[in-house]
């Protein structure tokens, strides 16, 4: 099998069991298998809880070779509108990212800064919403394939400047900085109404749901889907009710009593405070220059 035949079968392969599809955006979405749904030009990537792909919507005429000039990394897909040049450009991760976190957003956070400067790099636009594509398995694109491999977010932080989005509390409300600024709005409230009573998980997972649908409604230009927001919603309910509910949080209080008790050998490991993104370099790429002596 070559290259283009093994990036699209994986494509195909990793798409939700029940995804959005459509051939014309006037009509609507629709839900189907995925046997049925790759009939169609647009389909749903990724699903509600962990993201496979990165979509970048780019509106220029020669889109499909355009990130070469960029200096951004090759795509592992593009699918090009054959009227107008516009294409999407799509990238493989080799390990899923999950949309969702349970009860620490810090690896949301950072592939939200990676997919942020990557979309600035390659000049896509901010208000694509992300929730489906371009169908590279439908013969309506001009598709074609570039890199093999897949990557991880270290490799893609290579290209990007990272260091815009050191210390920020708030990530852009676009892409999956939606995802994590929803999750911090959310989580943040928890922390505190989960000790006001709530007792019964099923109640309190509705008004997690209920309040994340407030926020998502009011704060975001181009809201998640219902399937995402449910998904956070749910992470956070679960989470908070297990370690912040009244008995939950006593036993929260006493399991970090306890660790305050304990004196490490070492002195304690020092904090990194995530030091590469203060310098602009990924994680990998911090690690590999401090073992050779170069920071």
């Given at each position: 099998m070559n290259n283009s035949a093994q990036q699209l079968s994986l494509f195909e392969q990793r798409l939700p069991k029940k995804p959005y599809h459509t051939d014309e955006f006037a009509n609507g979405l629709a839900i189907a298998r995925a046997q049925n749904a790759i009939k169609s030009?647009?389909?749903q990537a990724n699903g509600p809880t962990h993201k496979y792909w990165l979509v970048f919507d780019v509106d220029k005429p020669n889109a499909s070779l355009d990130w070469y000039d960029s200096g951004a990394p090759a795509p592992n897909i593009v699918a090009t509108n054959r009227e107008n040049g516009h294409a999407h450009l799509i990238y493989g991760l080799e390990v899923s990212i999950r949309t969702a976190p349970d009860g620490r957003s810090a690896p949301l956070r950072?592939?939200?800064a990676v997919e942020s400067a990557l979309r600035e790099k390659l000049g896509a636009d901010i208000g694509y919403a992300g929730l489906i594509c371009k169908n590279p398995l439908n013969p309506h694109w001009q598709v074609s394939t570039w890199e093999p491999c897949l990557y991880d977010l270290d490799w893609l932080a290579d290209y990007v400047d990272l260091s815009a989005y050191s210390g920020r509390k708030r990530l852009p409300d676009y892409g999956l900085g939606r995802n994590c600024n929803l999750f911090d709005?959310?989580?943040t409230w928890a922390y505190k109404a989960i000790r006001q009573g709530w007792s019964e998980y099923e109640r309190w997972l509705e008004a997690c749901l209920t309040r994340a649908e407030g926020y998502n409604k009011k704060t975001f230009k181009e809201p998640l889907p219902h399937s995402e927001i449910k998904a956070t919603a749910k992470s956070v309910a679960r989470w908070t009710h297990k370690n912040f509910s009244a008995t939950g949080f006593s036993?929260?209080?006493?399991k970090q009593g306890a660790k305050g008790g304990k004196v490490s050998k070492g002195g304690g490991r020092p904090s990194l405070n995530e030091p590469w993104l203060e310098l602009g370099?990924?994680?990998?790429?911090?690690f590999r220059k401090k073992k050779s002596d170069k920071l």
């Open positions: 030009r647009y389909i950072y592939a939200a709005y959310l989580s036993e929260w209080q006493a370099i990924s994680r990998r790429t911090y």
